[in-house]
């Protein structure tokens, strides 16, 4: 090829460039991916693929379905670059019973204030698989990502091109000029089979279900073994759209179809609760007989307007839920009980099973939940069990299956009295703040202890907190084991310990790659927002919702510290600021009491804090009238329900709270308001209707 050749004049010519390079394209393909036998450089063969792509950028037109752009892969990438989704992709709530179904259609009535009215809903399978969004520009296929964090996710635009469902131009017409696709990619039980079936005959690893199949193929840092992977896609959803395109989600299946996407088959839209139930109840019966893995029921509200006002908690919509199927089960063996430390000292005890597979994955451990529970199903060490796995969540101990007790029977189990950590503390039973016993023992070294210790830097370095690249389990257990990482301070003065760095560098797996890799992953969150920083310290109940819940409240690290040390030295006016936080109550203020006062834990967060940088909270909008108020709503509302109203509000950037004060800017109350309202007149704080409220925000 050489350098800088011009594009072709005419458009004959460009179709018989196109067809040659596809010509030539192919060959290298099946001589580099079938036969292992390539006779070209990666730079000649990309060059290949950038030559087409430019003559098909020149003259649109000529591009054809089976282009080369489209068939295989592309360059091979290092790895995989980071994509911002437009709008994030959100995970659901789930449910798993009829009622806990019901329920999602009375909470859906209450907050619409629907009264009698039937709510219509689609009902569609719960593929599973491993979604994906994909980006449409003017009709063309221009990124496919991964969901990642929801926020980011990978490029794997090259993989997901060839994936036979999905488009590389849109059909039809009436599509938005931009449009974010979402689906799932997923692998078909026969192609599963095949495909474990090859790797076997090639002495390689096999995967333990379709799931897992779906996501190593796409995540091929090779595109063109990516294609030799038979993946399949369904579109259900889509992210940022320029326009709106449909009024309800069956329309808009509807629509996604036109474009040619492949939609479930088994979608469609249900009425009212009998429709929630009788379209789970089908799809169950269906389940055996599809050619593909199904983990549940979608349901989303079928009005899109009714969807926006719903809105999003967190990281799931309010409009839409996963009924779950029962879970798996299968019968195994208990070999022992061993006890595992958490990250706050709680003692969970684990079975060790005979290793079994349950719904495609192979089942070893399981948890016990408690001692209480260890007592009541009566199990012991021996035992013949029935354990059962549902989705992604841990494994549990169902029952024993007592008939299978030998002679004479195992002895019971006896829940040990001390802590299996090297400081052997006597376990001690919590007790709630009522003074009941609760049934969690926990270890009282907190940070003596080494399991403790580990289980915080754990919970320091995982995804959802600062999710150091490098820095897995593995990774963090070696550090910890030579002394290097005691706390989180230390993950980020190792990045900048010469000496260390250079020892590591000599350790086995550790090479000059790898080392600088880690550094950067570490460098790259020494900046980190304030809701993570928050997350991060591991308090309890201090999840990831309560830790943005705080930072959005308290804005800057300086305010939230500030705070928090005057809620360890139990300050009533910081208890009470704690406390008019949206959905924080005792437990939170308690937790946050507990862990700031605690001298060694106060010591720890500071050596943290000059290690970082931390980002004030994204603040709320600042451009609307209701912007930073303090708002309380009391008395009936008419036309908004409580939970809209709020949602309403801080959308807008107000705090809603729950009592009147000082603080409060404004009261909106309806027919029936009584103390509250009296309180506001007092302190001449600012009174409207909810139609001047509806007024004011629109
Ligand atoms: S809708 C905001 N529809 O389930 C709603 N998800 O637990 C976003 N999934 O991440 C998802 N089938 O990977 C939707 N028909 C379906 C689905 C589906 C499977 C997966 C998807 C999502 C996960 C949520």
Redesign the pocket.
Known sequence: MSEAQGLPQTEAEAVEELTRLADEIAAHDIRYHQQDAPIISDAAYDALKRRNSEIEAAFPHLVRENSPSFQVGAARAEQFSAVEHGVP??????AFSDDEALEFDVRIRRFLRLGDEVVDYTA????????ASLRYERGVLVRGAT?GDGRVGEDVTENLRTVMDIPHRLAGSGWPEIIEI???VYLGHAEFAALNAAALAAGQKTYANPRNAAAGSLRQIDSRITATRPLKF?A??WGLVSAPFAQTQGESLAALKAWGFQT?PQ?GVVRGPEGLLAAYGRLEADRPRLAFD??GV?Y?VDRLDWQQRLG?VTR??R??I?RKFPAEQARTVLEAIDLQVGRTGAVTPVARLRPVTVGGVVVENATLHNGDEIARKDIRVGDTVIIQRAGDVIPQVVRVVTEDRGEPPPPAYEFPHHCPCPLKTPLTRETTTAGAETVVRRCSGEFACPYQRIEHLRHFVSRRAYDIEGLGEKQLQAFFDRGWVRAPADIFRLARDGEKLAELRTLEGYGETSVANLIAGIEARRTIPLDRFIFGLGIRHIGEATATVMARGYGTATAFLDAMDRVAARDPEAMDDLDALDQIGSAVIEAAHDYFAEAHNRGLVDDLVAELTIQDAEQPRQDTAVAGKTIVFTGALERLTRDEAKAQAEALGAKVAGSVSRKTDLVVAGPGAGSKLKTATELGIQVMTEAEWIALVG
Do not use: H
């Open positions: 992709m959100l995970s659901l709530d789930n569609e399978p719960k593929i599973d698989g491993l979604s969901r979402r689906g799932e369904f259900y959803a479930s979608s199904i983990d979608v989303k999003f799931t919509p409009w839409a996963a």
